[in-house]
């Protein structure tokens, strides 16, 4: 699925199941709370807690997704092509980045381990 495809799966889901969208501050709730899911599961994945009986059995992927499934819903309500500000937003990230990067020596070490 393109990332085109997905804001439009996702706007008919929420046009005909979800009814309607939440509004953004709504959705910027939601949004924070799923991304606390996320560092909550990684924390205990790879990280040094241990697991709660409530973490037993959550998916990474499936937590990951729903975080993608808000964000598109943030773009599709505020009119954002999400393609075309990757593109837009990686390009900028070359330019800036890459001979920074390259120039890192903590990056250059971990690659060598």
């Known amino acids: 699925m393109t990332i085109e495809e997905a804001q439009k799966t ?35 994945q790879y990280g040094e807690q241990s697991f709660k009986e409530s973490d037993k059995g959550r998916d990474l992927g499936d937590e990951l997704a729903d975080v993608l499934f808000v964000v598109i819903c943030l773009a599709n309500q505020t009119g954002v092509d999400l393609t075309e500000a990757l593109t837009r937003n990686l390009a900028k990230k070359t330019q800036r980045d890459s001979q920074r990067h390259q120039d890192n020596e903590k990056l250059r070490m971990r690659n060598e381990e």
């Open 10 to 44: 996702v706007d008919t889901w929420i046009t005909t199941t979800g009814i309607r969208y939440f509004n953004e501050l709504t959705n910027m709730a939601i949004l924070t709370e799923e991304v606390g899911e996320v560092a909550r599961l990684i924390s205990r």
